[in-house]
Structure formats: structure tokens, C-alpha cells
């Protein structure tokens, strides 16, 4: 594709309520990241995959919280039973895959608001 | 672990004022260093970058010079513009591995 895209771009949902988002990273792209922003912050980092394992899960905030991804290629981020402080933009990047010194730019997708009433 | 820090906002300067964003970081090994912007109701997008030390990130004006023996990477412009209004993020990714770093942002706002 293009680009990185999320679905949906916008959710509403009440308190106590599973969600699911998201993201297609850009074709070939085998690292993929999540982050969370909330309103006048920065980013908050949530885990990454290395192709469909996730070596660092440590930025989830809670059990409620989880990940997954297969076939390298698009990932879902599932929060269960939502609360009113998960309410934020949930991004998500993704980067060719190098390490070492690469330098690898991480491109963004435009974002899912989620808002918990 | 790794971190990043960056200076806290908001920043607000008159147009053609001289810019500085600081920002260091923590990290073991040789990390690559970010700075991203993000302008109103736009996404992130990548401003500049450096892999090494001593290099020099230039982009739109802007520039950072990785400087190991200090950790940080300010940000730095000349002569800013409204345009340039936007909230500014350090970032680092280790070296062995994609595991990016931001830091909280930097909103900055460029009066005429």
C-alpha cells in the first residue's frame, strides 16, 4: 500500500466494552509498532513486532491490553473492557527491518481516536 | 533501558527567532537518533535523522548533531516561521534492535 492505515479512524464506546483496532503497515515492512497519545501528550510507547513476534511487550499498559500479528503484515491491538483513561489516539508505525546501524524510518499511520464514555 | 528526554514546552517565539529543542538520551550501545514533527491535525512525519555520531540531521532548515560524548541531539533552526508551529519529538532506536524511544514532545508555536 501507500501507506500505513488504521480502522477505524474514530470509536466510541462505553466503559467496561472490547475494542479492536487496526493497522496495515506499509507492504514489506516487517517491524511494526503501537503507540498511544493522549490528549496534549507524547507518545507512550506500547510494544512492537519483529515480524509476527512481539520481543518487547513491556509498554502495555495492562492485561486488558494485547497484541497480535500475522503473516507479517497487519496487526490488532485489543483492549478489554475499557476504561475512561484509555481514551487517546492510538498510533501506529511501521519500519523496514535492518538493525544495526540503519537508521530506519518509522512511518506513521493518521491514527484511531478512541473515546470511552 | 533506553530513554529519551526532551526539553518541555510549550515554546513560543516570534518569527526569525533562533530555535533550540534539547534533548538527551539514555541508551546502551550506538543508537540512531529522530526528531519527528507532527503539525496540527497531521500525522507524524520524520523531520531529520543521524546513525552516528558527529553526524549532522538537516531537513526544512533544521538541525541536530548527534553528540555522543554529551548524549543529546538538539534541535536547532535559525530563523523560524509560522509554519514551523507544531509539536517536536526526539526519538531513538537501539542499535540492535527497532525498538523506538520517543520523547513526551515539544509544542512549539511561531508568532508573526
Known amino acids: 500500500g501507500a501507506g500505513v492505515s488504521q480502522s477505524p479512524s474514530n470509536k466510541v464506546t462505553e466503559k467496561g466494552k472490547d475494542v479492536e483496532l487496526r493497522c496495515d503497515p506499509i507492504?514489506?515492512?516487517?517491524?511494526l509498532y503501537w503507540y498511544r497519545q493522549r490528549l496534549g501528550q507524547g507518545l507512550e510507547f506500547l510494544i512492537y513486532?519483529?515480524?509476527?513476534?512481539?520481543?518487547?511487550k513491556s509498554g502495555l499498559p495492562s492485561d486488558r491490553f494485547s497484541a497480535e500479528r500475522t503473516g507479517e503484515s497487519v496487526s490488532t491491538l485489543t483492549i478489554q473492557r475499557t476504561q475512561q483513561e484509555d481514551s487517546a489516539v492510538y498510533l501506529c508505525a511501521s519500519s523496514l527491518a535492518s538493525g544495526g546501524a540503519g537508521g530506519n524510518e518509522q512511518f506513521f499511520g493518521p491514527g484511531t481516536r478512541l473515546t470511552v464514555l | 533501558g533506553n530513554s529519551v528526554t526532551q526539553m518541555e514546552g510549550p515554546v513560543t517565539l516570534s518569527e526569525e527567532a533562533f530555535l533550540t529543542i534539547n534533548c538527551t538520551y539514555t541508551a546502551t550501545g550506538y543508537p540512531s537518533l529522530f526528531w519527528y514533527v507532527q503539525y496540527p491535525g497531521e500525522g507524524l512525519q520524520l523531520l531529520l535523522k543521524?546513525?552516528?555520531?558527529?553526524d549532522k540531521g538537516s531537513n526544512k532548515g533544521f538541525e541536530a548533531t548527534y553528540r555522543k560524548e554529551t548524549t543529546s541531539f538538539h534541535l536547532e533552526k535559525g530563523s523560524v516561521q509560522v509554519s514551523d508551529s507544531a509539536v517536536y519529538f526526539c526519538a531513538l532506536r537501539g542499535f540492535n534492535n527497532n525498538d523506538m524511544r520517543f520523547g513526551a514532545g515539544t509544542r512549539l508555536t511561531v508568532k508573526p
Open positions: 513486532f519483529q515480524g509476527n513476534s512481539a520481543p518487547d
Open positions: 543521524a546513525t552516528k555520531a558527529d
Open positions: 507492504s514489506g515492512h516487517t517491524a
